[in-house]
C-alpha cells in the first residue's frame, strides 16, 4: 500500500520549498537580471506579439514563429497586458516579467509534493518517498529552474504530474483508475510538449511501454497504448494542423534541424575543414540562411512560408557524410546532461555570461570550475561541493541498484526485502525514459537538461540505499521483524 501524505505535512513542504526559492528570487536572482537565460528573449519576443494582439508573429516581418512553441508565450503575454508593454526591449518590461516569476515560483513550489507521490507510487516506501520529497524542496536545479524566464519554471510540473499518471497506468490492476490515469498522463505530457516539444517522443515511447508493460491481456494492453497515444497525439493536432497550414508540412515543431545545424555540425566541421569552431558555426548559418532565402523564392506564389526544417536540407548531408564524428560529439553532450553540475549555473552569473550559451563547453572544466577553479562566493561553493558529493551517492545507488533490482532479480527472479513487490519492471521503465530524456540533448548538454529525469534517477538510487539501510538494520536487530 502506498504512503499517504497529510494536508498539514504537504502544506509545509509546499511552504518551505517557497521560502527557499523566494529567499534566492529575492537575494540573487532578481536584483541583477539572472532571470533573462539564453532563451528568454525568444520567449520574450513572443510574449510580447501575442500581448500585442499578434500572435504567434514577427512584430517586425509578421513571420508566423515555428522554432518556439506556443505553450509558455501565452503565460508570459498574460503578464505583459496586465501590467504593459513598455517597449519590444526586453529591460523595459521587467515589472511584467518579476511578476510572472512570482507566480511561477509559487506554481513551482508545489513540485516536492508531486515527487512524493511519484516515489509512493513506485516503491511503496514511506521512508523513500518522504526523503525525495525534502530532496525536492532543496534541489539546487529545480529551485533555479523555478526562477527564470524559461520553460522548465513551469513545464516540469506537468511532467512530474505525467510520470505519476503514466507509473500508476503502467503499475495499476484496475481498469476503472488505470483509464483515469491514462488521462492524466495523456493530458499532462500534451501541456508539458506544448511548452517543450521533446515531449513528442516521450509521448511515443510510453505509448510502446504501455502497449508492452502495462498489466492485463494483449487486447488490455493495446486498447490503453492506443488510447494514450490517440489522446497525447490528438492534443498536439491544432498546432499540427496551423503549420500545416502555413508551411504545407506536417511538424509540431521544427526543432531537430535547427538543433544539428547550431551545435553538431559546426564541431564536424571544425574536423573537415580545420577551422575554429566559431568560424565553422557561421558557415553553417550561412548556409542554412542560403536555403531559407532559396525556399522562400521557391514559395513566393504559393502562400505559404519557409519553416526551421529547411535547416534539416543542410545539417543532414554532414551528418551523413560523416556519421562517426556526429555520435562521438552527441555521446559526449549526452554525458555532459548526465554528469553536468547544476550548481555550474552560478559560474554564467559571475562571469556575466548568464544571458548567452557558449558555443561549447567542457564537462571536466566545469566541474573543476564548480570545485575549485572558479572564484566564487562561499555559499556557492558550499552547494557545489554538497552536490558534487550528492551526485557521488546518487551514482553509487543507481549502479549497486542496477545489480541488485535487475541483474540479480533477473538471475534469481526473487523479490529483494524489504520492498513487497518486484521492482524490476520500475527500474527497466525508468531506465529506459531516463534514456530518452538524456539521449536527446546530444546537441549541447548541460545539467538543467535532464530536470525531467532527476526524479527517476534519484527514486532509482534511493531504493539502493534504503536496501543498504535496511540489511544494516536487520543485521543489527536479528530478533526484530522487517
Not at 320 to 330: L, Q, S, T
Not at 411 to 424: A, C, G
Request: aromatic residues 18%; hydrophobic residues 50%.
Amino acid at each position: 500500500m502506498a504512503p499517504t501524505l497529510s494536508f498539514k505535512y504537504a502544506g509545509t513542504l509546499y511552504c518551505t520549498a517557497f521560502f527557499i526559492r523566494a529567499l534566492v528570487m529575492i537575494f540573487i536572482i532578481q536584483p541583477n537580471g539572472f532571470f533573462k537565460q539564453a532563451d528568454s528573449m525568444d520567449y520574450h519576443n513572443c510574449a510580447v506579439s501575442i500581448a500585442a494582439g499578434n500572435g504567434m508573429h514577427r512584430i517586425d516581418t509578421q513571420e508566423p514563429i515555428f522554432w518556439r512553441t506556443p505553450g509558455y508565450p501565452p503565460y508570459l503575454a498574460f503578464f505583459y497586458r496586465m501590467c504593459g508593454i513598455k517597449s519590444p526591449r526586453f529591460e523595459d518590461n521587467t515589472t511584467a516579467q518579476k511578476a510572472s516569476l512570482w507566480v511561477q515560483t509559487a506554481f513551482a513550489s508545489i513540485i516536492p509534493i508531486i515527487l512524493f507521490f511519484l516515489a509512493s507510487i513506485l516503491t511503496h516506501t514511506a521512508a523513500i518517498a518522504y526523503i525525495l520529497a525534502w530532496i525536492g524542496v532543496l534541489h539546487p536545479g529545480l529551485v533555479l529552474a523555478s526562477t527564470y524566464l524559461l520553460t522548465e519554471g513551469l513545464s516540469l510540473i506537468f511532467f512530474y504530474l505525467f510520470l505519476l499518471c503514466f507509473f500508476y497506468a503502467l503499475l495499476s490492476e484496475r481498469k476503472k483508475i488505470s483509464f483515469i490515469s491514462l488521462l492524466g498522463a495523456a493530458f499532462s505530457l500534451g501541456i508539458y510538449t506544448w511548452m517543450r516539444p521533446m515531449g513528442e517522443f516521450i509521448g511515443l515511447l510510453s505509448f510502446i511501454l504501455l502497449w508492452l508493460a502495462s498489466y492485463g491481456s494483449w487486447t488490455q494492453k493495446t486498447a490503453r497504448g492506443l488510447l494514450f497515444a490517440f489522446l497525447f497525439f490528438g492534443s498536439l493536432l491544432p498546432w499540427y494542423t496551423r503549420n500545416y497550414q502555413l508551411t504545407g508540412e506536417w511538424f509540431f515543431c521544427p526543432t531537430i534541424g535547427t538543433y544539428l545545424n547550431c551545435f553538431s555540425v559546426p564541431k564536424i566541421l571544425r574536423r573537415t575543414l580545420k577551422k575554429p569552431i566559431e568560424e565553422c558555426h557561421k558557415i553553417a548559418q550561412i548556409n542554412a540562411g542560403r536555403a531559407t532565402y532559396q525556399k522562400r523564392l521557391r514559395l513566393r506564389e504559393t502562400g505559404l512560408h519557409v519553416s526551421n526544417n529547411v535547416c534539416k536540407e543542410v545539417a543532414y548531408p554532414v551528418i551523413k557524410n560523416y556519421p562517426w564524428f556526429f555520435i562521438y560529439d552527441w555521446i559526449a553532450e549526452n554525458l555532459k546532461t548526465t554528469f553536468d553540475l547544476y550548481g555550474y549555473q552560478l559560474i554564467p552569473m559571475i562571469n556575466g555570461s548568464y544571458w548567452y550559451d557558449p558555443i561549447e563547453e567542457y564537462l571536466p572544466e566545469k566541474i573543476t570550475a564548480c570545485l575549485w577553479n572558479h572564484e566564487m562566493p562561499w555559499y556557492g561553493r558550499a552547494v557545489c561541493w554538497i552536490e558534487f558529493i550528492f551526485s557521488l551517492l546518487l551514482w553509487i545507488g543507481l549502479l549497486g541498484g542496477l545489480w541488485i533490482f535487475v541483474l540479480k532479480a533477473i538471475i534469481t527472479k526473487k523479490t529483494v526485502p524489504p520492498f513487497s513487490q518486484s521492482l524490476l519492471k520500475v527500474w527497466i521503465v525508468s531506465i529506459l525514459m531516463i534514456g530518452i530524456i538524456i539521449g536527446m540533448t546530444g546537441g549541447f548538454g548541460y545539467a538543467r537538461l535532464r530536470l525531467p529525469a532527476e526524479p527517476l534517477m534519484l527514486i532509482l538510487s534511493l531504493t539502493f540505499w534504503y536496501w543498504i539501510y535496511y540489511r544494516t538494520y536487520k543485521d543489527n536487530n536479528p530478533n526484530r521483524s522487517s
